[in-house]
């Protein structure tokens, strides 16, 4: 079993120390743990070391499956295509990463073109599993099914459209996981907000839904 785990921080410094790659580490160690077997590999993907561009509508990926502007995005799609279950990690920014947007544009563009001349076609990506994981600055309540809203649903509804199984958490959380911040505060030396979390309170967030992308992937091998 192929896992891919995409990573939509922009925090090109932070590198692997930032949130969204520690999740990935994490649900890493889940899948080791709750699993143990030697045949799951898993491979974590930094949006931001990846020289995405954007979409310009010109619809050649309508003959190849492929963008004619854009190799990187050829093989980072390759590699989604390849693998039999996708998580993606996306802190809250606007409501998304530019990166993640842009990957996400160009999956919808082949899929609805090739839908749209003929309505029984499935994309590389068809019903491949997918869970989602979104978290931000904020803590209580309100903010975090804002993040859902904002967030979760977002991405969902573009998963969907390519046709991918977006994978929920129970029924209050039906297009992923969200996680609070523990503390943010001020440090005169940095630009950005210093956000503290607590991560096995986020371990044990995150648990039921690795366990069910990768049940259902399995199922589907």
């Not at 068809?126 to 975090?144: E, F, M, N, R």
């Not at 969902?156 to 959380?173: C, F, P, R, S, Y």
């Amino acid at each position: 079993m192929k896992v891919i785990c995409i990573s939509a921080s922009n925090m090109k410094k932070a590198k692997k120390h930032s949130t969204s790659m520690k999740v990935c580490q994490i649900i890493e160690k889940i899948i080791k743990i709750k699993f143990k077997r030697d045949d799951i590999q898993i491979e974590s993907v930094q949006l931001v070391d990846i020289r995405l561009r954007p979409c310009i509508g010109c619809g050649k990926c309508f003959k190849t499956s492929k963008c004619c502007n854009d190799d990187s995005f050829n093989i980072l799609y390759s590699k989604i295509a390849e693998s039999d279950a996708v998580f993606i990690v996306s802190p809250h920014y606007a409501p998304i990463s530019a990166k993640l947007s842009m990957l996400l544009e160009k999956m919808e563009q082949i899929s609805f073109l090739h839908w749209f001349h003929d309505n029984n076609y499935k994309p590389a990506v068809y019903q491949k599993p997918v869970g989602i994981i979104a978290h931000g600055g904020g803590s209580d309540d309100i903010t975090l099914r804002s993040y859902k809203h904002m967030v979760l649903d977002t991405i969902a509804n573009a998963l969907q459209t390519i046709m991918m199984d977006v994978i929920g958490l129970d029924e209050k959380w039906p297009t992923g996981v969200v996680f609070p911040v523990k503390k943010v505060h001020k440090d005169e030396n940095a630009t950005f907000p210093i956000q503290l979390y607590d991560w096995i309170d986020i371990e044990n967030r995150l648990t039921l839904l690795v366990e069910k992308v990768i049940e259902k992937a399995d199922k589907k091998i």
